[in-house]
T-cell receptor, first 115, second 113 residues
Framework: DVKVTQSSRYLVKRTGEKVFLECVQD?????MFWYRQDPGLGLRLIYF???????EKGDIPEGYSVSREKKERFSLILESASTNQTSMYLC??????????????FGPGTRLTVT | AQSVAQPEDQVNVAEGNPLTVKCTYS??????LFWYVQYPNRGLQFLLK??????LVKGSYGFEAEFNKSQTSFHLKKPSALVSDSALYFC???????????FGTGTRLLVSP
């Protein structure tokens, strides 16, 4: 089974802190994604990466950055956390489109609270 | 741009009754469609997908979905609901520009005993 793990299930940070969310997948997937989930808004894509050291902005990249130094690991960084970044953060991975499979596999999520 | 709509925020059904969770899509070209389920405090789990072929797609936990091109719909169905099916359900469509999925806003399914 595909396994996507996230470093923390729950996280509480103060306004202005730098926050790192880590995601690791064990299925050698090329693509990795970071979403935030908010009630009534569904999932919104923050950033994604289709290869090591490659990244693309999603729909809501402002206030976030990402790092992908190794294929299995994709990090989301909040440079200076703000209260409006309080949310559930979900990481996902998938094979590349050329492999004919498009479904994404998700981690358990990190519920981040910024006070 | 590709998009999906889930017109119902919540669906209520009694255990043992059939259930339907609705999804409509808007795409340019052939749609690649997906359903996911999210149980409380969990990530999303893949249920099923439509890429091509039969309009009735079977997936995990007894769920199936019917692709209807003329109505641009991809409704999730189950013949007999279980209380344990209570969860949040998301429909998604593949974005052709990038290797990403576009998700709907989700429908909460509540199955009463």
């Amino acid at each position: 089974d595909v396994k996507v793990t996230q470093s923390s299930r729950y996280l509480v940070k103060r306004t202005g802190e730098k926050v790192f969310l880590e995601c690791v997948q064990d299925m050698d997937h090329e693509n990795m994604f970071w979403y935030r989930q908010d009630p009534g808004l569904g999932l919104r894509l923050i950033y994604f990466s289709y290869d090591v050291k490659m990244k693309e902005k999603g729909d809501i990249p402002e206030g976030y950055s990402v790092s992908r130094e190794k294929k299995e690991r994709f990090s989301l960084i909040l440079e200076s956390a703000s209260t409006n970044q309080t949310s559930m953060y979900l990481c996902a991975s998938s094979r590349s489109a050329g492999q004919g499979s498009y479904e994404q596999y998700f981690g358990p999520g990190t519920r981040l609270t910024v006070t | 741009a590709q998009s999906v709509a889930q017109p119902e925020d919540q669906v209520n059904v009694a255990e043992g009754n059939p259930l339907t969770v609705k999804c409509t899509y808007s795409v340019s070209g052939n749609p690649y469609l997906f359903w996911y389920v999210q149980y409380p405090n969990r990530g999303l789990q893949f249920l099923l997908k439509y890429i091509t072929g039969d309009n009735l797609v079977k997936g995990s936990y007894g769920f199936e979905a019917e692709f209807n091109k003329s109505q641009t719909s991809f409704h999730l169905k189950k013949p007999s609901a279980l209380v344990s099916d209570s969860a949040l359900y998301f429909c998604a469509v593949r974005d052709y520009s990038f290797q990403k999925l576009v998700f709907g806003t989700g429908t909460r399914l509540l199955v009463s005993p």
